[in-house]
Every structure is written in C-alpha cells, then in structure tokens.
C-alpha cells in the first residue's frame, strides 16, 4: 500500500515537474514560496478560465437562446423592484414584448431612480442595496454613477476578465507564465453616498468598494506592492509603478485601461530614467516624490539595492527609446489596454516608438455601464470583437437612425456584415435598452454571433453623415 502510494505521489510530481518547466522566465521578485504559489495560481484560474471559455463557445452557436435566456433571468430578478413594476417586468415573457414594453433610453432616463439609490433607498432598481455605485471615467462625456449589483464583480470576472486574461497569455506566451505585470492603476478616491454606499471608479486602483482588494494573487502577478496603489498624486503613482516594474528584468506584460495611460508612461520614463536608475541602484524611492511617509516606508521596504540591474538600464537609455519596452523587458509578451477610439492616436506612438517589437493589444471592448465584447483574434493588429451574450443582451440601431429618440433595432442575429450600428444594451447593471453612444461596424459572423470593430462615438457619426446631406 505504501509503495503504491510512493509510486503515485512520485508519478504525480514528475507530471507536475514537467508541467511547470513549460512556464519559461520567472519573475526576478519572486522567491521560492512565490514561484510555487503563483504556479498552483495559474493552474487553477487556467482550469477555471476552460470552463468559462467552454460556455462561451456554447453561446457563440446558440446566440438566440442564450440572449433570450440572459434577457428574461435579468427581468426575473428585478422585477419586484419599484422599477421593474412600473416597467411590468413580471409580464414580458419574451425579447419581442420587451422591445414593444419597454422604451430605449439615456441615462436620463434613470436619475430619479439613480437618486433614491444614493439616499440608501432599498428595492429601486435591484433586489436590496448595490454594493457600489460605480462612478463612470468620464472618456464619454459627463461622470456617471452606475448601481453594481452584488453579482456583478463575480460576473464581470468569470465571463471577462478571467477569459481575456487567459487569451493573452494563450497567444503571447503559450498559456503559461509565472511573469509579473506592470499594472498602471491610478488612485480612485472612494466616497460614501448619503445611503452609505461606496461611490468610486471600476477603473481605478484594485480596491473593493472603498476597502483595499490587494488579494494574495495580485500580490504575486503585479510588480508594485501594495502600498504603491495608495499614492494619490497621478505622477508619483506612475513613477513608483515604474520603479517596481524596472526592477524585474523579466517582466510578462504591461496592463493599463487606456492607451493614453501607457503612452505617458513611457513619456515619464524617458524624461526621469536617471532618477529611476540612481533609486534602483541605491534600494529607494527618490525622497523628492511626494509621498506620505507611512507609504514611503511601506514602500522602501520591499526595496534592496540593484547596481547590475541599475547599470543594465542607464546602458539602454543612453542609447535612446526606439522599442526601449523589449530592451530593458527582453521577455515582455504584451501591452493590453484599449487601442480604439480616441486612443489610437496615442497606440500609433507607442507602437512607432516605445512599443515597436512589443504587441499592443485590445482584449476586450467594456464599459463601467456593460460588458461588450471580447477580442478572440489578437495576433491580428486592427482589435476586432466578439459580442458578450452570456452578460449583455444586445440591440443595434443602424447608424443613419441614431438621430432618432426611439428609433427600431436589429437583434444580434438580425445584423449585417459591412453596416455599422449604435449599440443598444441591457446588461446586468438595471440600465435597459441603454443607448452607449458607441458605433460598432459589422465584419463578420463567429458561429452564429457578430464580430465587430469600433468606428466611434454616434455624435461623431452624425457629423460625419451630415456632411452627406
């Protein structure tokens, strides 16, 4: 009995052995603990991500089914609320009643409701209180707030984020890694409404809800410790990130929401390289950043002195910044942040100058307001999406429509290669038939479901259309 199981402890640890020599470039910052740690990590959110991937690639084939399905769960659970009464939820039985029932809307539409959320009111838009209100980045226009539900985090992470994340290290390093990211992340101000309910940017510093969500994973997978993500001041938070990525000579991948955010990084980092090396060099941080001690401390005591490192880098810089991300990264796989829009400009730099061996890729196409798509082809360089029916049910108005307060949409299966649309959408936030203001073209179908590329905001293309007239 005891052989057998020394035979079946051995074998398994051979398999595991052989497993984790496929993970190539480890982290400079991790110790041995973190290696095994961030390892078993990877296992399991890689096991996770097939069964995510698995139930996505079921929608792509039965897109009808499953938008309908998504629809009316939606209705479902909201339909004791004061909005959903009004709106008689509990009557629609099918997408084709909800399109007659209920009107498309603006976020206008919803402030009243939004409003009585705030003041701590119960039972409004969603079952209960929403565990955030979520303050939008304000790329669109004016600053929104958004009611999370409480499934949302879990949500957006089962059916997104895990699967984008998953797709990169798939495409740019054959799914495995024990890499760390550089994750620009700028402070988020977290406040209270008159409710008590946290207010602040999903975008911002990984943070729940006003309470620090710097979990045991991302302390291994992201090279700033903790404290880094407190600095409240956007150019000291930049040059810290910077700091701790430069330190780890084979850093995995850089990740930032925008374009914009990773190009004046870079920007900084030309500007201050010598700062940056003199404090690797010496094991600080620069102590003419302004910085709250308690953080400074924090800071300084994950940091020890690298001379070989520091010289490696002023070599580098002194020979300029063409494609300076693959010279002082050797091992980075990829750039993720969004690329479109009002941020291609700002890709286009990164990829003529910083970024020239480096992908630059879009993984995915969201909102604080929904989840859109997901980027499945990133080898290709033009970021093209598929929609997200397991989290958002879709509706497309064509784009010489979009002038129109209720004008009639097409469903996903109704939509037509080669036209572009305003996105209509109705996801698990209670905003429904919300118009984006987003103008998506029509490329292709994946199975049954539309892929996409973003052409830009609709008040855009009505100019561009009123050129015609």
Request: net charge positive.
């Amino acid at each position: 009995m005891l052989t057998g199981f020394g035979g079946s402890l051995s074998l398994l640890l051979g398999i595991i052995s052989l497993d984790f020599n496929r993970y190539g470039p480890i982290s400079v910052l991790h110790s041995g603990t973190d290696v095994v740690i961030h390892y078993l990590l990877s296992r399991f959110f890689s096991t996770l991500s097939f069964f995510s991937e698995r139930k996505l690639k079921v929608a792509y084939k039965n897109l009808r089914q499953v938008q309908t399905d998504f629809l009316l769960a939606r209705l479902k659970a909201n339909a004791n609320t004061d909005y959903g009464r009004k709106h008689s939820f509990a009557k629609i039985k099918s997408i084709k009643d909800f399109v007659q029932m209920h009107p498309i809307t603006t976020f206008n539409h919803y402030k009243d409701y939004i409003e009585r959320v705030e003041g701590g009111e119960a039972d409004v838009m969603i079952p209960g209180l929403p565990v955030l209100l979520a303050l939008t980045t304000g790329t669109t226009g004016a600053s929104k707030l958004i009611p999370f539900p409480k499934e949302h985090p879990r949500e957006m992470f089962l059916k997104q984020m895990l699967i984008t994340d998953q797709k990169i290290k798939k495409v740019h390093s054959n799914g495995h890694s024990l890499q760390r990211t550089l994750d620009l992340k700028y402070y988020t101000r977290w406040d209270k409404s008159k409710g008590g309910i946290p207010i602040g940017q999903f975008t911002g510093t990984p943070t729940a809800y006003g309470k620090s969500n710097i979990t045991s994973a991302m302390r291994l997978t992201v090279t700033s410790p903790p404290a880094a993500f407190e600095i409240k001041t956007d150019q000291e938070i930049i040059y810290v990130h910077l700091l701790c990525a430069l330190r780890d000579k084979n850093l995995g991948r850089i990740e930032a929401c925008f374009a914009v955010t990773v190009y004046y990084s870079f920007v900084l980092l030309e500007k201050r390289w010598q700062e940056l090396v003199n404090d690797i060099k010496l094991g600080r941080v620069n102590p003419e950043l302004d910085i709250d001690d308690r953080i400074r401390n924090e800071l300084n005591s994950h940091l020890v002195p690298m001379p070989h490192r520091a010289r490696e880098l002023a070599a580098e810089f002194s020979r300029g910044f063409s494609s300076i991300s693959q010279r002082i990264w050797p091992h980075l796989n990829a750039i993720a942040c969004a690329t479109g829009g009002s941020f291609a400009a700002y890709y286009t730099t990164l990829k003529q100058k910083y970024c020239q061996c480096t992908p630059v890729v879009s993984p995915g196409f969201m909102s604080s307001e929904v989840v859109i798509g997901t980027n499945l082809w990133l080898e290709s360089e033009k970021p093209e999406f598929i929609i997200n029916s397991l989290v958002t049910f879709f509706e497309f108005v064509p784009v010489e429509n979009v002038d129109q307060d209720q004008p009639e949409t097409k469903l996903a299966y109704q939509v037509e290669v080669g036209k572009e649309y305003e996105l209509v959408t109705t996801g698990i936030t209670p905003l429904y038939r919300y118009r984006l203001g987003d103008v998506v073209k029509i490329v292709r179908f994946h199975k049954q479901t539309p892929v996409f590329e973003f052409v830009g905001r609709f008040k855009i293309i009505l100019i561009r259309y009123a050129c015609f007239v």
